[in-house]
């Protein structure tokens, strides 16, 4: 049996022999697609990031610990990657911020 995936308003659903439409396969890709994500940038924590992301803010706190920062403005930037796992880059180490160019950032 196949499944297919279709559209009904906003939401995906998984039917046989649908026949999903080519925006449903797109929204489908960017579900299934994650992008690392900014939590903290120049010492300021992305609370529109933490809405959406399964991380506290006192994560956040204990990874700075954990790498030695004792406070966030130390900190570049702190990224939640798609394995869930939080990199933290302190700000003397940035450099040109290449490593940076594919993490969502939800600024604010």
């Known amino acids: 049996m196949t ?3 279709c559209c009904r ?6 039917q046989p022999q649908s026949g999903g439409s080519p925006g449903c ?3 489908l890709q960017r579900l299934l697609k994650a992008r690392p994500t900014m939590l903290l940038r ?11 992301a399964p991380v506290a803010e006192s994560e956040i706190r204990q990874a700075a610990r954990s790498h030695g920062a004792g406070d966030l403005s130390e900190l570049a930037a702190v ?6 796992s939080l990199s933290v880059i302190p700000s ?3 450099g040109d911020a ?4 594919d993490v969502l950032d939800h600024a604010g």
């Open 92 to 94: 003397d180490r940035l």
């Open 9 to 14: 308003g906003d939401t995906e659903v998984a």
């Open 98 to 101: 290449s490593s940076l160019i």
């Open 3 to 5: 499944i297919d995936l």
């Open 79 to 84: 990224v939640l990657g798609t394995d869930r």
């Open 25 to 27: 396969l797109r929204r």
């Open 42 to 52: 120049d010492g300021q924590v992305r609370h529109a990031a933490l809405r959406r």
